[in-house]
């Protein structure tokens, strides 16, 4: 990625359960990111530019609390890429 002087001015809070920072700091460390932020900052870009295959999620009368990092569905993806051999992709 070119370098680039970046002024980050606005901060965000997240809070998160130990399994759903157990799965970020797990991605981060596979992916040799230096920084929990930058691991994050990595993964909502590819959120943002992922295809919509998965459908929209249900946001009418749901509580913040109900969104989940961690779902079923990520959990089924993440169990796979951590018994896939190291230097494969999907």
């Known amino acids: 990625m070119p370098h680039r002087q970046l002024k980050r001015s606005e901060k965000l809070q997240l809070l998160l359960d130990e399994e759903e920072l157990t799965a970020i700091d797990d991605w981060r460390f596979e ?14 870009r590819r959120g943002l530019l992922a295809s919509p295959d998965h459908g929209e999620p249900e946001t009418q009368n749901v509580t913040t609390g109900e969104f989940r990092v961690v779902d079923d569905d990520a959990k089924e993806i993440l169990e796979s890429e951590n018994n896939r051999p190291k230097g494969t992709s999907s």
């Open 31 to 44: 992916h040799r990111f230096p920084s929990r932020a930058a691991a994050l900052r990595e993964l909502l």
